[in-house]
Nanobody, 126 residues
Framework: QVQLVESGGGPVQSGGSLRLSCVAS????????MGWFRQAPGEEREGVAV???????NYAHSVKGRFTISRDSAEIAVYLQMNSLKPEDTAVYYC????????????????????WGRGTQVTVSS
């Protein structure tokens, strides 16, 4: 059974930084797409940043230049460095993984990801 465990969320002031981590266990394949999604109260879950095993990345327009996704090739783990945080970044951040990899852009749609973590809260105060 695939399990994803997120960590690194918390409260932070506007303009500050946080680094989220997600470690997967129980995944048996060499290739995957993996990344971060977020959901604010009353909103739909949206893609933030994703990466695949070739190193290709894709970012939501709202976080480009502020957030950086990376992965650990030694284990199945992804990280999200979030800088210049804004109150509108406040949400529960979820880690997701899927066995599919793509010749085109790594998808930012939540529907394309099979496995999910429980989420970690990020709260940015003004």
């Amino acid at each position: 059974q695939v399990q994803l465990v997120e960590s690194g969320g918390g409260p932070v002031q506007s303009g500050g930084s946080l680094r989220l981590s997600c470690v997967a266990s129980g995944y048996k394949y060499r290739r995957y797409s993996m990344g971060w999604f977020r959901q604010a109260p009353g909103e739909e879950r949206e893609g933030v940043a994703v990466i695949d095993t070739s190193g290709s990345t894709n970012y939501a327009h709202s976080v480009k230049g502020r957030f950086t996704i990376s992965r650990d090739s030694a284990e199945i783990a992804v990280y999200l460095q979030m800088n210049s945080l804004k109150p509108e970044d406040t949400a529960v951040y979820y880690c997701a993984l899927d066995p599919m990899t793509y010749y085109s852009e790594v998808p930012l749609s939540a529907a394309d990801y099979r496995h999910w973590g429980r989420g970690t809260q990020v709260t940015v105060s003004s």
